[in-house]
Structure formats: C-alpha cells, structure tokens
C-alpha cells in the first residue's frame, strides 16, 4: 500500500560530503513531506513541498518537486555525523481529505566522520 | 508543546494475548493517526480521527483491531488475538487544523508476539 519508492536505499558518505536522496511517487498530491527517524524511535518532520511549488530550502536542505515526473529529492549539504538516520519521503494524496500520510521505503544514510 | 507521548515504548507478549497501546497527542491537535511500521519499511497508515470521530480505516486494520479516542483527546489501539505479524513499531502522530501539513509523531511503541 505504500506509495513511494526511494533511491538510494542506503548511501553512506563523508562528513561533508553532500547526500542526495530521491522519491517517486504514483498519484497525484497535494504536497510532499520528508520525514527523519533515528534508530528505532519517532519520526521527525523536515520541510514540507505543495505540488504547486518546484523547490524549497531550510537550513542545510533543499527539496525539489517535479510533479510531471511525480518524484522528489532531498539534498543535504555538508553533511554531518548527526545526519546519520532513515530519511523517509511521504505525499498527501490530492483525493486523500484526511491527510493521512503514505510513505516511501526510506534511505538509511550513514555519515561517516 | 510537550510532544506526542505513547505508552508502553515496549511490549513483550504472547501469541494470543490482548495488548493496548496509548497515544496522547498534542493538547491543541484535533487529528490524531495511526502508523505501523516494520523493520526496513516506512509507516503504514492504520486509522485516524478527528477529534472523537474515526473517520478512516485501513484494510491493514483487520477485525482484531479496534481504536478509540474518547473526548477527543488521548488515543488508545488494541489487539486482540495477537498474532507473531503484528511484530512491529506502532506510532502514532498528531496534526492541527484539515490535516495536510505536518504531523507530530511520537517515540513509537515496540511490539514483540513470541
């Protein structure tokens, strides 16, 4: 039931290095969320993108959204130790009016000091 | 904001026996959801309300299931009849307002069917 599908499903990288992940995605949305999770615990929520925008940054990340492709990436630059976790894209679907949210598989990236 | 708070954060059973989780949400947050996840998975959406009323079910959530948010404010999900495939994490998540944006997850509660 799962909508997404990441790429890569695990990246390990240099402190410093930047980490690219990607997301695709199969219905229509009304936006797309990236979400973190650290080993075995809750999820924690990193920028939000509405299926009428084409970029977005906060801080370290910069999201893009190309809905006639119907995927995503999320770029960190200059990578951390701290960055180390699951990274999971989610889409509210547009005809979904709860909000409920479908994830992808994730990427696990490992940041390596 | 004090944060979304499940408890237990784990949960040892027996195949057969009934388990309750608890999620209290954001004080101020009217929606309320439901996630299971498995290891290397994402969340899988199981149910939400909104306030007191459970507006959507999954077809993950079979009968064995059932979720109540009474007075619309904390949250509890059973399981009856555990089965060794309901191992899993159960979150749960909270939001404000029509529910598209963000949403609070909370630590999660490990479940283990021996």
Request: hydrophobic share 25%; with cysteine; net charge positive.
């Amino acid at each position: 039931s799962q909508q997404g599908e990441e790429d890569p499903q695990a990246l390990s990288i240099q402190e410093g290095e930047n980490a690219t992940m990607n997301c695709s995605y199969k219905t229509s949305i009304n936006n797309l969320q990236w979400y973190r999770q650290n080993s075995g615990r809750g999820l924690v929520h990193l920028i939000l993108i509405r299926s009428n925008e084409r970029e977005k940054h906060s801080g370290r990340l910069r999201v893009t959204l190309d809905t006639s492709k119907k995927s995503s990436s999320l770029l960190i630059t200059a990578s951390r130790a701290a960055d180390t976790a699951s990274y999971f894209c989610a889409t509210v679907p547009i005809y979904n009016q709860g909000g409920k949210l479908i994830f992808g598989q994730g990427t696990e990236l490992s940041v390596k000091p | 904001d004090t944060g979304v708070s499940q408890d237990p954060r784990h949960k040892i059973t027996k195949r057969g026996q009934n388990v309750t989780f608890r999620c209290d949400p954001i004080s101020e947050h009217n929606r309320l959801y439901w996630y299971r996840q498995t290891l290397g998975q994402g969340p899988e959406f199981l149910t939400y309300f909104q306030n007191e009323a459970q507006l959507e079910k999954s077809r993950l959530l079979s009968d064995r299931f059932s979720a109540e948010r009474p007075k619309g404010s904390f949250s509890t999900l059973e399981i009856q009849r555990t089965e060794q495939g309901d191992s899993a994490m159960y979150l749960c998540a909270s939001s404000r307002g029509a529910g598209l944006g963000e949403q609070y997850f909370g630590p999660g509660t490990r479940l283990t069917v021996t």
